[in-house]
């Protein structure tokens, strides 16, 4: 993505978004929200590579898989609508 050109702002300051429109926010909210939910799923792998790897619960393993494709299921519709408002940002 071209976003990757922008300057990044930096960490100990508070960004303006006064200044984003509607659309911009509820984008960038829902940015945020994917980057979170990537992040969770990320979490909850690593958790049960280590079960699987270590022989862990199957109780817990069940229970790690269960939270991967609830989580999944999230992300794919965060996805969707990070998609549709993209969609309006092109056609605005």
Do not use: K, V, W
């Not at 969770?40 to 958790?47: E, N, R, T």
């Not at 991967?68 to 993209?86: F, H, I, K, T, V």
Request: hydrophobic share 40%; with cysteine; glycine share 10%.
């Amino acid at each position: 993505m071209i976003e990757a050109a922008r300057p990044a702002i930096p960490h100990d300051t508070t960004a303006d978004l006064s200044g984003l429109t509607d659309l911009e926010m509820r984008t960038l909210a829902c940015r945020t929200e994917l980057a979170t939910l990537f992040r969770a799923i990320q979490g909850i792998a690593g958790l049960a590579a280590s079960n699987l790897e270590n022989g862990g619960p199957i109780p817990d393993l069940c229970g790690l898989f269960s939270a991967l494709g609830q989580l999944d299921r999230q992300a794919s519709n965060e996805a969707e609508r990070y998609g549709a408002l993209l969609s309006s940002a092109g056609s605005a």
